[in-house]
Protein backbone atom coordinates (compact mmCIF):
# COMPACT_ATOMS: atom_id res chain seq x y z
CA UNK A 1 0.00 0.00 0.00
CA UNK A 2 1.78 3.22 -0.95
CA UNK A 3 2.07 5.56 2.14
CA UNK A 4 0.09 8.99 2.36
CA UNK A 5 3.21 10.70 2.28
CA UNK A 6 4.43 8.41 -0.74
CA UNK A 7 0.79 9.92 -2.67
CA UNK A 8 1.65 13.13 -1.75
CA UNK A 9 4.96 13.47 -3.19
CA UNK A 10 3.90 11.19 -6.40
CA UNK A 11 1.17 13.55 -7.30
CA UNK A 12 2.00 15.93 -9.92
CA UNK A 13 0.07 18.33 -12.16
CA UNK A 14 -0.88 15.29 -15.23
CA UNK A 15 -1.85 17.63 -18.40
CA UNK A 16 -1.75 14.46 -20.61
CA UNK A 17 -4.41 12.13 -20.53
CA UNK A 18 -5.44 8.72 -22.28
CA UNK A 19 -8.39 8.30 -24.52
CA UNK A 20 -9.75 6.02 -21.83
CA UNK A 21 -13.16 6.34 -19.59
CA UNK A 22 -12.46 7.12 -15.98
CA UNK A 23 -14.75 4.78 -13.63
CA UNK A 24 -17.58 6.31 -12.22
CA UNK A 25 -16.70 4.90 -8.53
CA UNK A 26 -13.97 6.79 -8.92
CA UNK A 27 -15.30 10.35 -9.44
CA UNK A 28 -17.07 9.46 -6.70
CA UNK A 29 -14.67 8.64 -4.43
CA UNK A 30 -12.92 11.78 -5.52
CA UNK A 31 -15.87 14.16 -5.28
CA UNK A 32 -16.29 12.35 -2.04
CA UNK A 33 -12.71 12.77 -0.59
CA UNK A 34 -13.62 17.16 -1.92
CA UNK A 35 -16.81 16.65 0.49
CA UNK A 36 -14.86 15.92 3.71
CA UNK A 37 -12.18 18.93 3.38
CA UNK A 38 -12.26 21.30 6.44
CA UNK A 39 -14.04 24.60 6.21
CA UNK A 40 -14.27 27.68 8.08
CA UNK A 41 -17.23 27.98 10.48
CA UNK A 42 -17.81 24.20 9.20
CA UNK A 43 -19.77 26.65 6.09
CA UNK A 44 -18.82 24.02 3.53
CA UNK A 45 -19.44 26.38 0.71
CA UNK A 46 -18.91 24.57 -2.09
CA UNK A 47 -20.60 22.75 -5.07
CA UNK A 48 -19.41 20.53 -7.81
CA UNK A 49 -20.07 19.85 -11.14
CA UNK A 50 -18.75 16.60 -12.42
CA UNK A 51 -18.66 16.75 -16.63
CA UNK A 52 -18.04 13.72 -18.25
CA UNK A 53 -19.84 14.73 -21.73
CA UNK A 54 -17.08 15.22 -23.90
CA UNK A 55 -18.94 17.74 -25.94
CA UNK A 56 -19.16 19.85 -22.88
CA UNK A 57 -15.38 18.40 -22.18
CA UNK A 58 -14.30 20.23 -25.59
CA UNK A 59 -16.22 22.89 -24.93
CA UNK A 60 -15.06 23.91 -21.15
CA UNK A 61 -11.03 23.05 -22.92
CA UNK A 62 -12.00 25.95 -25.56
CA UNK A 63 -12.74 28.34 -22.64
CA UNK A 64 -9.85 27.39 -20.96
CA UNK A 65 -6.07 28.69 -21.78
CA UNK A 66 -4.55 26.76 -19.12
CA UNK A 67 -5.93 23.34 -20.54
CA UNK A 68 -4.03 21.83 -22.68
CA UNK A 69 -5.81 18.44 -23.75
CA UNK A 70 -8.86 16.82 -23.24
CA UNK A 71 -9.14 15.20 -19.93
CA UNK A 72 -12.34 12.05 -19.43
CA UNK A 73 -13.55 14.46 -17.17
CA UNK A 74 -13.70 17.61 -15.50
CA UNK A 75 -15.02 18.65 -12.18
CA UNK A 76 -15.68 22.06 -11.66
CA UNK A 77 -15.23 23.46 -8.29
CA UNK A 78 -17.87 26.31 -7.60
CA UNK A 79 -18.15 28.08 -4.57
CA UNK A 80 -21.72 29.39 -3.25
CA UNK A 81 -21.30 32.78 -2.42
CA UNK A 82 -24.48 32.74 -0.60
CA UNK A 83 -22.94 30.49 2.12
CA UNK A 84 -19.72 32.49 1.90
CA UNK A 85 -21.32 35.81 2.87
CA UNK A 86 -22.88 34.07 5.61
CA UNK A 87 -19.09 33.74 7.37
CA UNK A 88 -16.54 35.96 5.74
CA UNK A 89 -16.62 36.10 2.29
CA UNK A 90 -12.71 35.95 1.55
CA UNK A 91 -12.04 32.61 3.68
CA UNK A 92 -13.98 30.42 1.73
CA UNK A 93 -11.77 30.51 -1.20
CA UNK A 94 -9.36 28.49 1.16
CA UNK A 95 -12.40 25.84 1.99
CA UNK A 96 -12.58 25.22 -2.32
CA UNK A 97 -9.14 25.08 -2.53
CA UNK A 98 -8.61 22.69 0.17
CA UNK A 99 -11.37 20.62 -1.01
CA UNK A 100 -9.47 20.82 -4.19
CA UNK A 101 -6.46 19.69 -2.61
CA UNK A 102 -8.53 16.41 -1.14
CA UNK A 103 -9.25 15.47 -5.12
CA UNK A 104 -6.28 15.96 -6.72
CA UNK A 105 -4.40 12.85 -3.65
CA UNK A 106 -7.05 10.90 -4.25
CA UNK A 107 -7.08 11.32 -7.45
CA UNK A 108 -3.49 10.44 -7.27
CA UNK A 109 -4.28 7.31 -4.59
CA UNK A 110 -6.43 5.80 -7.52
CA UNK A 111 -3.87 5.70 -9.95
CA UNK A 112 -5.34 8.69 -12.20
CA UNK A 113 -4.30 11.78 -13.62
CA UNK A 114 -5.24 15.54 -12.37
CA UNK A 115 -4.61 18.94 -12.75
CA UNK A 116 -6.12 21.99 -10.93
CA UNK A 117 -6.80 24.45 -13.84
CA UNK A 118 -7.40 28.52 -12.94
CA UNK A 119 -6.88 29.77 -16.39
CA UNK A 120 -10.23 29.53 -17.82
CA UNK A 121 -13.24 31.73 -18.22
CA UNK A 122 -14.87 31.87 -15.44
CA UNK A 123 -17.89 33.45 -16.78
CA UNK A 124 -18.44 31.17 -20.04
CA UNK A 125 -17.85 28.22 -17.52
CA UNK A 126 -20.98 29.39 -15.39
CA UNK A 127 -23.00 30.14 -18.15
CA UNK A 128 -22.25 26.45 -20.07
CA UNK A 129 -22.72 24.72 -16.70
CA UNK A 130 -26.39 26.98 -16.00
CA UNK A 131 -24.62 27.78 -13.15
CA UNK A 132 -26.84 30.19 -10.87
CA UNK A 133 -25.01 33.61 -10.35
CA UNK A 134 -24.01 33.44 -6.99
CA UNK A 135 -22.32 29.84 -7.77
CA UNK A 136 -18.86 30.50 -8.55
CA UNK A 137 -16.49 28.11 -10.55
CA UNK A 138 -12.89 28.82 -8.86
CA UNK A 139 -11.23 26.24 -10.14
CA UNK A 140 -11.70 22.75 -12.91
CA UNK A 141 -9.88 19.58 -11.84
CA UNK A 142 -9.16 17.81 -14.96
CA UNK A 143 -8.87 13.88 -14.53
CA UNK A 144 -8.29 11.28 -16.41
CA UNK A 145 -5.28 8.08 -16.77
CA UNK A 146 -2.12 9.49 -17.24
CA UNK A 147 -0.37 9.55 -20.41
CA UNK A 148 2.91 11.22 -19.08
CA UNK A 149 4.89 11.86 -15.81
CA UNK A 150 6.78 14.30 -15.32
CA UNK A 151 9.32 14.75 -13.50
CA UNK A 152 8.83 16.41 -9.86
CA UNK A 153 9.33 20.44 -10.17
CA UNK A 154 12.39 20.99 -7.51
CA UNK A 155 10.61 22.87 -4.38
CA UNK A 156 12.08 26.58 -3.31
CA UNK A 157 14.48 25.82 -0.13
CA UNK A 158 14.70 28.52 2.66
CA UNK A 159 10.57 28.44 3.55
CA UNK A 160 10.69 27.16 6.93
CA UNK A 161 12.31 28.96 9.90
CA UNK A 162 12.63 28.24 13.41
CA UNK A 163 10.67 30.37 15.83
CA UNK A 164 11.42 33.49 13.95
CA UNK A 165 11.78 34.49 10.04
CA UNK A 166 15.24 34.74 8.99
CA UNK A 167 16.57 32.68 11.61
CA UNK A 168 17.95 28.86 11.52
CA UNK A 169 15.76 26.85 9.44
CA UNK A 170 14.85 23.50 8.07
CA UNK A 171 15.29 22.43 4.64
C1 LIG B 1 -4.53 27.65 -7.94
C2 LIG B 1 -3.80 26.89 -9.03
C3 LIG B 1 -4.07 27.16 -10.36
C4 LIG B 1 -3.44 26.43 -11.38
N1 LIG B 1 -3.79 26.68 -12.68
C5 LIG B 1 -3.21 25.95 -13.64
C6 LIG B 1 -3.62 26.13 -15.00
O1 LIG B 1 -4.46 26.97 -15.32
N2 LIG B 1 -3.04 25.34 -15.94
C7 LIG B 1 -2.10 24.39 -15.61
O2 LIG B 1 -1.62 23.70 -16.52
N3 LIG B 1 -1.69 24.20 -14.34
C8 LIG B 1 -2.23 24.95 -13.35
N4 LIG B 1 -1.86 24.73 -12.05
C9 LIG B 1 -0.86 23.68 -11.73
C10 LIG B 1 0.52 24.27 -11.37
O3 LIG B 1 1.13 24.76 -12.54
C11 LIG B 1 1.35 23.16 -10.70
O4 LIG B 1 0.73 22.80 -9.49
C12 LIG B 1 2.80 23.60 -10.41
O5 LIG B 1 3.51 23.80 -11.60
C13 LIG B 1 3.57 22.57 -9.57
O6 LIG B 1 3.57 21.30 -10.21
P1 LIG B 1 2.99 20.01 -9.45
O7 LIG B 1 1.50 20.25 -9.25
O8 LIG B 1 3.24 18.86 -10.38
O9 LIG B 1 3.68 19.87 -8.15
C14 LIG B 1 -2.47 25.44 -11.04
C15 LIG B 1 -2.20 25.20 -9.68
C16 LIG B 1 -2.86 25.89 -8.70
C17 LIG B 1 -2.57 25.56 -7.24
Redesign the pocket.
Known amino acids: MTSFFEVILK???I?KFRDQEVEEDKIRKIVEAGIWAPSAGNMQPWVFVVVRNKKNIEKIKAM?P???DLPAVIIAVCRDMGLAGNFEENISIFDV?MAAQNMLLMACDLGLGA??????NQKAVQVLLDLPEHIVPE?LVTLGYPDES?S??ERRKGVVFLEKYGGDGWF
Open positions: RRSRSGMFACPVRSFLPPP
